[in-house]
Nanobody
Framework: QVQLVESGGGLVQAGDSLRLSCTAS????????MGWFRQAPGKEREFVSA????????NYADSVRGRFTISRDNTKSTVYLSMNRLKPEDTAVYYC????????????????WGRGTQVTVSS
């Protein structure tokens, strides 16, 4: 059973940058598709970005494309989300997730989840 722990969240101002990290343990990291999701108060958890096992393919939600970059280091069992030009609407709890299959966007396809890290962007 893989465990995922996110870090790097915080309170920033609009236009600032943050880098989230998610480190896995207890599993073979390189065998998972890794994704980032977020959940704002009163809203459903939504897809943000995903990366395949070899880092050869990445996907982004339209709302973050061009501002966020996902990457992974399989030697460190870690996936990153670099967030630039942050906006107040990016405020949410950000969750890391691992998928044993091949889907990237579907929340239900991810079997393993971290507890999340809070990102707050002030205007």
């Amino acid at each position: 059973q893989v465990q995922l722990v996110e870090s790097g969240g915080g309170l920033v101002q609009a236009g600032d940058s943050l880098r989230l990290s998610c480190t896995a343990s207890g599993g073979t990291f390189s065998t998972y598709v890794m994704g980032w999701f977020r959940q704002a108060p009163g809203k459903e958890r939504e897809f943000v970005s995903a990366i395949n096992r070899s880092s050869g393919n990445t996907n982004y939600a339209d709302s973050v494309r061009g501002r966020f970059t996902i990457s992974r280091d399989n030697t460190k069992s870690t996936v990153y989300l670099s967030m630039n030009r942050l906006k107040p609407e990016d405020t949410a709890v950000y969750y890391c997730a691992a998928n044993e299959g091949y889907s990237t966007h579907a929340r239900a396809s991810y079997e393993h989840w971290g507890r999340g890290t809070q990102v707050t962007v002030s205007s």
